[in-house]
Structure formats: C-alpha cells, structure tokens
C-alpha cells in the first residue's frame, strides 16, 4: 500500500485543486476527441500530418487518464491511499504514454521534413504504408519499454509505510522510497533514456536543421512564412515536451517534482490539440464544415 503525499492538504485545499483538475480533464478530453472526430469526417484531413495528430490525440486522452481520474477520485474522498497493484498499474500506462509521445513526435518531424525539403516526392513517400511504419512500431517499441521498466520496480522491495511525494505513481518517486538497491535499476534508466529521449531528440533536432536549412533556400519571404508555419505548431509541442520532461526528471525537490509532474501530466496534453487548432486553417475549416 502506497500513500501519496500530495493529498495531504486541507477540504478547501482540496476542492481548489480538484475543481481545477477537472476542468483541465474534460477541456483535454473533450478538445482531443474534437480533433480525432474532425479527422475521422472530413476527407480533406486524411492526409499523414493529421493522421499523427490524430495519434497525438488519441495518447493524450490515455495520458491525463491514467492519473487525472484516480486523482479526482482520491481528492472528493480525502484518502491518498492506493494499492500496490494499482500503483504499478498507473506507472506502466504513465510511461507508455510518455515514450509513445517521445516516438510519436519523432515521427511527426520526419514528415515534416519530407513535406519541405521533398515536397516533390512527398505524396510519393508518405503514403499509408508509410504512416504505419512510423505510427506502429511507436506504439509497439513504448509499450514493451515501458513493460520491462515496470518489470523492474515489481522486483524491489518497499518498507514500511510507503509515502510517494507525488500524485501518481512516478518512477523517480518509487525509486527513491525503495529500501532494496536501486543502482542497477538506475543504471538501466539511463541507458534506456538514452533510446527513448536522446536518440528521438536528436532526430527531430536533425530534422529541424534540414528543414531550416531549406526554408532559408526559399527566395520569397511568402514562401518562407508558409513553409514554417507549416511546422511551427509541431515545434511548439516538442519544445513544451522535452522542456517538461527535463524538469521532471533533473529536479531533486519535492515541490519542485510536483510543479514539473502537474506540467507533464496535465498541462502538456491539454495544450497539445490548442496549439494545433488554434493557428491551422484547416482544422478551422473543418469545423465549419461539420458544424
């Protein structure tokens, strides 16, 4: 049994954070599932962009659902206690989410870069096929990562009264309260950040100097201003990704955990389909169209 410290506030404390909770799950929710029916009815939309946003989409409604519930349920009631099951349960779907959108955004970058830099052969190369080749395995390669890591945590031992100084099962947050040895399992974490946030990172970085590169080739100012906001959203998000998983994982205070794991958990997959839709014509287009 686990007890999560960041419930321990007073009633009014606790109505505060959950009326505000809630409304950022539903605003999330609601906003994502706009943007996948939009993509799902208008045929002008079926192109690989929307198809990953629609990906994007459907990754940050499981996201904020896999803590933001068990947090609401947890602040009507009072009671910061969660079982072990539940707990590991919570941490294997909290690190699926998180990989997948590492991958996910990669993938997005090098149809972005296609899109510019070939614009040509880009029907050619991103056809549906390919699609699947950078959706798929992105799904597949998060989901038995975040298996082995989750793998790795049942293995420890937890004494004791088991405080987590969080409010949801995080990583970092079970590591530190374990009384078995942690260095190997610490260890491993690096080198797995290493295929999961590094390697991903650098590719989009590469991706992004190719398309600067080639949008600075353009002789029109136009043609510049319409070839960047093309991709200018797409940055936006994994600037406001990395940024917020830096934090979480390089801060070593517990009040500063919290602030970057309310970033992370609930503020990026609500601003994820905003940035998307507030600047892209099409979607605005969309929505006239259907309603």
């Not at 549906?128 to 890591?149: D, E, F, G, Q």
């Not at 602030?259 to 839709?277: A, D, G, K, Q």
Request: charged share 10%; with cysteine.
């Amino acid at each position: 049994m686990f007890h999560l410290l960041a419930l321990s506030t007073s009633p009014q404390e606790r109505f505060m954070i959950f009326t505000g909770c809630f409304l950022v799950y539903s605003m999330t929710v609601l906003v994502n599932l706009l943007i996948i029916s939009l993509v799902y009815q208008v045929s002008q939309l079926h192109t690989s962009m929307y198809f990953f946003l629609c990906n994007l989409s459907v990754l940050d409604i499981l996201y904020t659902s896999s803590t933001l519930p068990k947090l609401l349920f947890f602040l009507c009631s009072g009671d910061g206690a969660v079982s072990y099951n539940a707990c590991i349960g919570q941490l294997y779907f909290f690190l699926f989410c998180a990989d997948t959108e590492s991958f996910l955004l990669t993938s997005m970058a090098v149809d972005r870069y296609v899109a510019i830099c070939k614009p040509l052969q880009y029907s050619l190369i991103m056809d549906k096929k390919t699609w699947a080749l950078l959706a798929v395995p992105a799904w597949c390669m998060a989901a038995v990562n975040s298996l082995i890591l989750t793998k790795l945590v049942t293995d420890l031992s937890f004494c004791g009264f088991n405080q987590l100084g969080n409010f949801f099962c995080d990583l970092k947050a079970l590591l530190s309260i374990s009384c078995s040895d942690t260095l190997y399992i610490r260890t491993f974490i690096r080198i797995d950040g290493m295929f999961v946030g590094v390697v991903p990172c650098c590719i989009t970085i590469a991706s992004y100097s190719c398309i600067i590169s080639a949008i600075l080739k353009i002789k029109t100012s136009e043609g510049r201003l319409k070839a960047f906001s093309s991709c200018s959203s797409h940055i936006s998000v994994v600037i406001l990704f990395y940024a917020s998983a830096l934090s979480l994982y390089m801060r070593y205070s517990q009040e500063g955990d919290m602030l970057c794991s309310v970033m992370f958990v609930t503020l990026v997959p609500m601003l994820n389909p905003l940035i998307y839709s507030l600047r892209n014509k099409d979607i605005h287009r969309a929505m006239k169209q259907v309603f």
